[in-house]
């Protein structure tokens, strides 16, 4: 089993920069990849970045050179940071760890983009 807690969410004005974290607990041994997605009301969850056990990214069009995935030195956290944030950017944000067996899901943090 894993855990996911997501922090840094909050409100920003467009143009803005946030750094979401994402904190893993229990079998972090099995993690393969681990992601972050965005869900925006009324829309559906959508891929934002993904980080792989060996250092590959992948970034949805709609964020690349904006967004950075990155992982901590001792990887149990990934952290996203957010630039030159858009109001398209607003959505609750989810941390996304997969290993071999099961896919886990933090429980989120919302990001509000609003002047």
């Known amino acids: 089993q894993v855990q996911l807690v997501e922090s840094g969410g909050g409100l920003v004005q467009p143009g803005g920069s946030l750094r979401l974290s994402c904190v893993a607990s229990g079998n972090i041994f099995s993690i393969n990849t681990m992601a972050w997605y965005r869900q925006a009301p009324g829309k559906q969850r959508e891929l934002v970045a993904t980080?792989?056990?060996?250092?590959?990214?992948n970034y949805a069009d709609s964020v690349k050179g904006r967004f950075t995935i990155s992982r901590g030195n001792a990887k149990n956290r990934l952290y996203l940071q957010m630039n030159s944030l858009k109001p398209e950017d607003a959505a609750v944000y989810y941390c996304n760890a997969d290993s071999n067996l099961a896919t886990y899901w933090g429980q989120g943090t919302q990001v509000t983009v609003s002047s």
């Open positions: 980080l792989t056990s060996g250092g590959s990214t």
